[in-house]
């Protein structure tokens, strides 16, 4: 048994007390589970931090390889409370200088990424310096806060997705994954494998996916996940019931004409009406239209993922 275990789920426990003063909104950190690596860091008597690794491998024809590298490698961070840049840098060093892992499959790619609540800031320097930069952040917004702006009419009607808007809902999962290649949150993949989100969003039940339609014809979609399809989420906040928000497009040619803002609250209308308390969701940090977009309709951050990504066929 690696002698880091407990020590490891000691910072745990200190960390999500501490995460838990400063804000309640924010879920708890995990403990390691069998099968992670614990990388050591510090002289032994300091012990003020340690990483978690943990390697994820993600068949390239799975939707989910749209999001995330096919062979992932990522490190959990556990620390005392007051600890420096210097002691996380440490244990990025750490980590670094063991060899990257073997890429899973022909044609894959390979990624490290660290996931950070947004108020941990001392160590976003050190991730920087070596390289990091960040590509996600997840946003969450309690139902029973207003948003930002106010809500207004506009020509767009917004009603429940059904089976006749699949075809024209797959076109705009495809605009929104072309969108957002170029700012790193999305991978090149086969082009149809983001049909998956629009197939599983037409199949929830009416009221939790959504189109916009204009004069006919359908300009944007979005979806929440219901709860019970969001629990591999929800512990990134401390709230329940708490439920995911998946998808929200709108076709570039009608941006920045409410049309977003009338989608998203319906959903949020119709995810209070059904008892949810807190809705996530993760957006892509370099996008510089997605984070404004999702304050202004009252979501705020909690974690950020960091990522540095090998040049594919290195």
């Known amino acids: 048994m690696n002698t880091l275990g407990p020590l490891s789920e000691e910072l745990t426990a200190r960390m999500n007390e ?12 995990p403990t390691p589970q069998p099968g ?7 002289p032994a008597a300091s012990k003020r931090a340690v990483g978690v690794v943990r390697q994820v491998d993600t068949p390239l024809d799975s939707p989910v390889s749209l999001w995330r590298a096919s062979t992932l490698e990522s490190l959990q961070l556990r620390h005392e409370p007051h600890c420096s840049s210097r002691d996380i840098a440490e244990v990025l060093d750490a980590w670094l200088d063991s060899p990257e892992p073997a890429v899973s499959e022909t044609g894959g790619d390979r990624a490290r990424s660290v996931r950070i609540p947004v108020i941990t800031t001392q160590a976003i320097i050190p991730l920087i310096e070596r390289g990091f930069a960040p590509s996600t952040v997840t946003l969450a917004r ?5 948003p930002l702006r106010p ?22 999962m495809r605009e929104l994954v072309s969108t ?8 090149e ?22 189109v916009a339609e ?15 399809l969001s629990t591999w989420a929800a512990d990134s906040v401390s709230t329940r019931p708490a439920a995911y928000l998946g998808v929200a497009i709108v076709s570039r040619a009608f941006r920045a004409g409410g049309v977003g803002h009338a989608l998203v609250s319906d959903l949020h209308a119709h995810a209070a009406s059904a008892g949810v308390d807190t809705v996530l969701l993760d957006a ?6 997605s984070m404004p977009f999702w304050q202004r309709e009252g979501y705020r951050p909690l974690w950020t993922t960091w990522q540095r990504r090998q040049p594919q066929g290195l």
């Open 151 to 172: 809500i207004h009419r506009t020509e767009v009607l917004v009603r429940p997705a059904i089976e006749n808007d699949r075809h024209r809902m797959r076109e705009l």
């Open 18 to 29: 501490t995460l838990r003063d400063e804000d309640p909104l924010l879920g708890k950190l």
């Open 284 to 289: 892509s940090a370099q996008n510089p239209w």
């Open 189 to 210: 993949r086969t082009a149809t494998l983001s049909d998956t989100y629009a197939d599983e969003a037409v199949s929830l039940d009416p009221g939790w996916a959504v």
């Open 180 to 187: 957002e290649i170029p700012f790193g949150a999305v991978r």
């Open 36 to 42: 992670d690596d614990l990388v050591a860091v510090l």
């Open 142 to 146: 309690r139902l029973s806060s207003p």
């Open 214 to 228: 204009l004069r006919g014809e359908v300009i944007g979609w979005a979806n929440i996940a219901p709860p019970e």
